[in-house]
Nanobody, 116 residues
Framework: QVQLVESGGGLVQPGGSLRLSCAASISVFSIRPMGWYRQAPGKERELVAS???????NYEDSVKGRFAISRDNAKSTVYLQMNSLKPEDTAVYYCNKYPVNGGDYWGQGTQVTVSS
């Protein structure tokens, strides 16, 4: 059974940093590409960053140079280091496989709010 538990969100001022974690119970985690996604109020969920099984990374243009995705296969955990946060980064952040299919399970996510 797939389980995804995101944590690390919170309220932070513009320019601040947060580190998100995702404990993933997914079969053969170590060989699966993983991604961090976010959904802002009134908007569709979007991919923020992805990481291959070998550690190759890709980022959505608006977060390049500010966010860093990483993974620890021994712990089946994916991380998202977020620096220089902006109000437009406010969203619920989720992790999941990359890419996801329409019927895939989603965890509860973790709320990130960037506000002064």
């Amino acid at each position: 059974q797939v389980q995804l538990v995101e944590s690390g969100g919170g309220l932070v001022q513009p320019g601040g940093s947060l580190r998100l974690s995702c404990a993933a119970s997914i079969s053969v985690f170590s060989i699966r590409p993983m991604g961090w996604y976010r959904q802002a109020p009134g908007k569709e969920r979007e991919l923020v960053a992805s990481i291959s099984s070998r550690g190759n990374t890709n980022y959505e243009d608006s977060v390049k140079g500010r966010f860093a995705i990483s993974r620890d296969n021994a712990k089946s955990t994916v991380y998202l280091q977020m620096n220089s946060l902006k109000p437009e980064d406010t969203a619920v952040y989720y992790c999941n496989k990359y890419p996801v299919n329409g019927g895939d399970y989603w965890g509860q996510g973790t709320q990130v709010t960037v506000s002064s």
